[in-house]
Each structure stands twice: as structure tokens, then as C-alpha cells.
């Protein structure tokens, strides 16, 4: 983390079908430009669903509403996409759900959309996701210094 503008690296993975002190307190909102709300979260939800360009799907666990996995920044030319995903109760993450998520989307982009590539960022720190984004073949494609910032605001 860059102490003098509170912004942390992100690293940036890729996968393919064919192999080839701070200033500011970081909490749970890294990266996010506006404080999250319930509708806000429904009017994206709704603007996603008509977007042609985007594929979200929610995360489950025991029937509950988890998580999102988001397929977004389709390109066709190339055959590629953008992931994201969250899981949003510290208390779903580490049992596996991420995991199963991550295999079912990936599967159903790569045949559905006929993709060759899905990239991401992912904060520098965040071990764990790394760790299982590596599992399912992601790549390492470089960083992104200072530009990721903390918090809101």
C-alpha cells in the first residue's frame, strides 16, 4: 500500500481454455466508489439482466442469496470477458462456496459464450482468492500500482 495516497497494487490474473500505514482505513468497502445499499444492489441487478454485454450469476449457499459471480466487458472479437466475484458475509468465505461458483461460471462462460480468455483484478492482498483463482489456471499478468483505492470517499 502506497502510504502517501491510501491506494493498494491489484493484481491482474487471467485464465484461458488453451493453455498458453495508511491514511485511509481499508474496510469492507475496498474499491467501491459509493456505499453500498440494497437499492442500489436492485437497480444494478435490473440494468444487468437487459445488458447484453454482462452475465451475472447469484451465489447460493443453503438457498440463501451469497454472492455474484459477474462475466462483464464481453468482447467477441477477441473472445474474452471480465470476472468478478464477491461473497459478501465473512461467514460464507473458506467453506468451499467460491469454489463451486467459480468451476460452474467458468464452465458456463467458456461454452456458452465461446470465450478462449477471463481476466480479473484482485487486490495484491487478498491470499485466499489468488490462491484458488491460481487452482482454476488464472495466471499472473502483471500489477496495478496504486490503484485500488481504500474505502469510501
Known amino acids: 500500500m502506497n502510504a502517501e495516497t491510501g491506494r493498494?497494487?491489484?493484481?491482474?490474473?487471467?485464465?484461458?481454455?488453451?493453455?498458453?500505514?495508511?491514511?485511509?482505513?481499508?474496510?469492507?468497502?475496498?474499491?467501491?466508489r459509493s456505499e453500498p445499499s440494497l437499492e442500489k444492489?436492485?437497480?444494478?441487478?435490473?440494468?444487468?439482466?437487459?445488458?447484453?454485454?454482462?452475465r451475472?450469476?447469484?451465489?447460493?449457499?443453503?438457498?440463501?442469496?451469497?454472492g455474484n459471480v459477474i462475466f462483464d466487458r464481453l468482447?467477441?472479437?477477441?473472445?474474452?470477458?471480465?470476472?468478478s466475484m464477491y461473497i459478501g458475509e465473512p461467514s460464507d468465505r473458506g467453506a468451499g462456496v467460491g469454489t463451486v461458483a467459480l468451476r460452474l461460471a467458468l464452465a458456463e462462460v467458456f461454452e456458452?459464450?465461446?470465450?478462449?480468455?477471463?481476466?480479473?483484478?484482485?487486490?495484491?492482498k487478498n491470499v485466499r482468492a489468488i490462491r484458488v483463482y491460481l487452482k482454476f489456471g488464472f495466471v499472473m499478468e502483471g500489477s496495478c500500482e496504486?490503484?485500488?483505492?481504500?474505502?469510501?470517499?
Open 8 to 32: 493498494h497494487t491489484r493484481t491482474g490474473l487471467s485464465t484461458s481454455r488453451f493453455p498458453p500505514s495508511s491514511p485511509r482505513w481499508c474496510g469492507l468497502h475496498i474499491g467501491l
Open 41 to 54: 444492489t436492485q437497480a444494478w441487478i435490473r440494468r444487468a439482466a437487459d445488458d447484453p454485454q454482462m
Open 56 to 66: 451475472a450469476y447469484a451465489i447460493l449457499r443453503r438457498d440463501q442469496h451469497v
Open 75 to 83: 468482447d467477441s472479437h477477441l473472445a474474452s470477458a471480465r470476472m
Open 112 to 124: 456458452s459464450l465461446s470465450l478462449h480468455k477471463v481476466w480479473l483484478t484482485v487486490h495484491v
Open 146 to 153: 496504486m490503484s485500488f483505492v481504500c474505502g469510501i470517499g
